[in-house]
Structure formats: C-alpha cells, structure tokens
C-alpha cells in the first residue's frame, strides 16, 4: 500500500527557481526520506529526517517534517538543469507501533521535477 | 567504492522459466530489501531481510522467493514468472543497528521481461 503520495506529480521550472514538492504520509514512522531518481536508474538517498526532527539541510536541500499533520517537504533551491530527476518520500514503520518496525520503507508516487536550462 | 550490485541489467525470459536476479553489498550491511517499480504504481517492497536468515515479505511478496544465507547477497528468485512479473526491480541495503542514520543504498536496477 502507498504510504507517501507526493504532490505535485509534475513540476517545471526555470533554471534558478526554487523548487517544492510535499509529500503526506498515513501512519506513524520512525523517520522520513528523500530519494532521486534519473530516468530508469537506481535512487539516490538525497536526505533523510527522524519523527523527532522539524527541520534539516543539506547544500541545496531543505527537508521539513510536521508530525502533527503527517507531512513533509523537500525545497532544492536555486535549481540547475542536472536536478531534473523523479523525487520520492519513503517513509520508515514506526518500531513502537507494534508489528511493524524499521525495514517497511514505503514509497509515494514521485514528483517528476524539469528544470529548464 | 560503496554501493550494491545487480545483476543483470536486463532480462528477457519466457513465462515459467524459473530465474534469479541477484543482490551484492559490499558494505556490510544488516538490512536488505528488493522493490519492485511498475508505472503508476511506484515502488512497492517485495521482500525484506533484517539480518541473515532473516526475511519478511513486504507489500507484494507472490510469485516470488528470497534467500539470505551470507550477510552480502540477497538473491531474489521467480520460480515460474509470469508477464505481470514483468517490471523495474531494485536492490537496496541499508546499516541497521537500531536505525538507519544515512538511507538505504540502491542497485542500478534490473529490467525484467516477462513473455
């Protein structure tokens, strides 16, 4: 079953403009994560934020995480063309939630992101 | 260099003839998982390992079979495929200990046919 679903499934944009996609998720988890992935290859780990965190970087990512609203968001700022890729939450079971634990990492739908050079 | 191998890339093969595509890590990973990607659909988890001799299906565990006799390899088998087997499939390891603190590693992918 879908945990993630991402929105917006498609985004284009300049060269230079922010980027934002969300991503809202069902159950409780242990931790929220971000993949990319270039067209038919494998996904690259871009940042990963625990249930108890709010907020964090990394370069041009920016990750935030509202528990209370199951939700979180992914902000590349000032995008390059070489960010166009497929981006995707996971989100980690929650050990505490009785049969499922970490290693149940399920994935939204992707946000198809074209920066325009 | 860090990073988990698939093999192969592609596969075309013909309904019933058993196969196997294979999982190596060579980070010394606990945790091992295959997914499978289908348009649409995403990406659903077929199988999972926490450690060796440990395995537990994900969402869409039919049809298939996974073994994990050493910590580094992570095979997963199709016993007879059938074409709605056909799909994207991805390999992941991931350091456990308690949490994963960097995500997991994923497989260039195997693009599997079914006829």
């Known amino acids: 079953s879908q945990q993630g679903e991402e929105d917006p499934q498609a985004l284009s944009i300049q060269e230079g403009e922010n980027a934002t996609m969300n991503c809202s998720y069902k159950?409780?988890?242990?931790?929220l994560q971000w993949y990319r992935q270039n067209s038919g290859r494998g996904l690259v780990h871009l940042i990963l934020?625990?249930?108890?965190?709010r907020e964090k970087h990394s370069g041009r990512l920016r990750v935030t995480l509202d528990t209370s609203k199951k939700s979180s968001s992914l902000l590349i700022t000032a995008s390059r063309a070489a960010d166009t890729a497929s981006y995707f939450c996971a989100t980690d079971g929650n050990a505490n939630a009785g049969g499922t634990s970490y290693g149940k990492l399920t994935f939204g739908q992707g946000t198809i992101l074209t920066v325009h050079p | 260099e860090a990073q988990v191998t698939q093999n192969p890339r592609y596969l075309i093969t013909v309904t019933g003839k058993k196969l196997t595509v294979t999982c190596s890590q060579n980070m010394n990973h606990e945790y091992m998982s295959w997914y499978r990607q289908d348009p649409g659909l995403g990406l659903r988890q077929i199988y999972y390992s926490m450690n060796v001799e440990v395995t537990d299906k994900g969402d869409v565990p039919e049809g298939y079979k996974v073994s994990r006799k050493e910590k580094r390899n992570f095979p997963l088998i199709l016993e007879s495929p059938s074409p709605n087997q056909t799909s994207l499939y991805f390999c992941?390891?991931?350091?456990?200990?308690?949490?994963?603190?960097?995500?997991?590693?994923f497989g260039s992918g195997t693009r599997l046919t079914v006829v």
């Open positions: 159950t409780s988890i242990n931790n």
């Open positions: 934020i625990r249930s108890n965190e």
């Open positions: 992941a390891s991931s350091s456990f200990v308690g949490a994963p603190a960097y995500g997991y590693t």
